[in-house]
T-cell receptor
Framework: NAGVTQTPKFQVLKTGQSMTLQCAQDMNHNSMYWYRQDPGMGLRLIYY???????DKGEVPNGYNVSRLNKREFSLRLESAAPSQTSVYFC????????????FGDGTRLSIL | KNEVEQSPQNLTAQEGEFITINCSYSVGISALHWLQQHPGGGIVSLFM???GKKKHGRLIATINIQEKHSSLHITASHPRDSAVYICAVSSNTGNQFYFGTGTSLTVIP
C-alpha cells in the first residue's frame, strides 16, 4: 500500500534555482494538499486542490505554484528558491475536502543555501 | 495569534503511565483531528472527531464543543508511543485547516 508518495525525500538548492516537488496518491482521493513544517510552528497550508481541476491558496502561498496534473498527482513548484523556503514539505490527500482524515506523505526536506 | 494551542509542549513519562495531551482552539470547527508524527518524520492521522469520544486501542480522544477543547489520552503508555502529537482543526467558515505546534512525548522504559 503506497498511499501518498513524495519525491524527492531530500534536496539542496541554491538561491534562485527552481524545482518541483512531486506528490502522487493511489487512494482515489479527491482532495490534495501541500504543507510546510518549520521548527516551532505548526504545519501551514501552502495550497490545496479540493478536486481534480481546481487549486486554491492556503495560508502561505507566496513563492509557490501548484499543478493538479490529474486525480493522482499534485505538484508544488518553487520558481526562484529563497532561503526562507528552507523547510520540510508534506503532501497529503483526503477522500473529500478537509472534513476527512488526511493521509500524509513522508515529507521532503528542502534546504536552500 | 494561534488558532490552535496545545499543552504541554513537551512531556516525559514512565512506561505504563496514563498520559493526557490537551488542545484548545479559538475558531468554529467542523472537525478536530489528532495526528502522530514519529521521529522519522512521517505523519499519521489518529482520530477525526466532531463530538463526544473515540477510542482506538490504548488511545482515547474526547472533544467538548462548547468549551472548544479536546484531549488525547494514552493508557498504559509504552516507549513506542514516543512521538509528536499534533492537534488540528478544520474551520467551519471556509477552506482552512489550522494546526497546533505539537506535543513532544517521550516514554521512558
Amino acid at each position: 500500500n503506497a498511499g501518498v508518495t513524495q519525491t524527492p525525500k531530500f534536496q539542496v538548492l541554491k538561491t534562485g534555482q527552481s524545482m518541483t516537488l512531486q506528490c502522487a496518491q493511489d487512494m482515489n482521493h479527491n482532495s490534495m494538499y501541500w504543507y510546510r513544517q518549520d521548527p516551532g510552528m505548526g504545519l501551514r497550508l501552502i495550497y490545496y486542490s479540493a478536486s481534480e481541476g481546481t487549486t486554491d491558496k492556503g495560508e502561505v502561498p507566496n513563492g509557490y505554484n501548484v499543478s493538479r496534473l490529474n486525480k493522482r498527482e499534485f505538484s508544488l513548484r518553487l520558481e526562484s528558491a529563497a532561503p526562507s523556503q528552507t523547510s520540510v514539505y508534506f503532501c497529503a490527500s483526503s477522500a473529500r475536502q478537509l472534513n476527512q482524515p488526511q493521509h500524509f506523505g513522508d515529507g521532503t526536506r528542502l534546504s536552500i543555501l | 495569534k494561534n488558532e490552535v494551542e496545545q499543552s504541554p509542549q513537551n512531556l516525559t513519562a514512565q512506561e505504563g503511565e496514563f498520559i493526557t495531551i490537551n488542545c484548545s482552539y479559538s475558531v468554529g470547527i467542523s472537525a478536530l483531528h489528532w495526528l502522530q508524527q514519529h521521529p522519522g518524520g512521517g505523519i499519521v492521522s489518529l482520530f477525526m472527531l466532531s463530538s463526544g469520544k473515540k477510542k482506538h486501542g490504548r488511545l482515547i480522544a474526547t472533544i467538548n464543543i462548547q468549551e472548544k477543547h479536546s484531549s488525547l489520552h494514552i493508557t498504559a503508555s509504552h516507549p513506542r508511543d514516543s512521538a509528536v502529537y499534533i492537534c488540528a482543526v478544520s474551520s467551519n467558515t471556509g477552506n482552512q485547516f489550522y494546526f497546533g505546534t505539537g506535543t513532544s512525548l517521550t516514554v521512558i522504559p
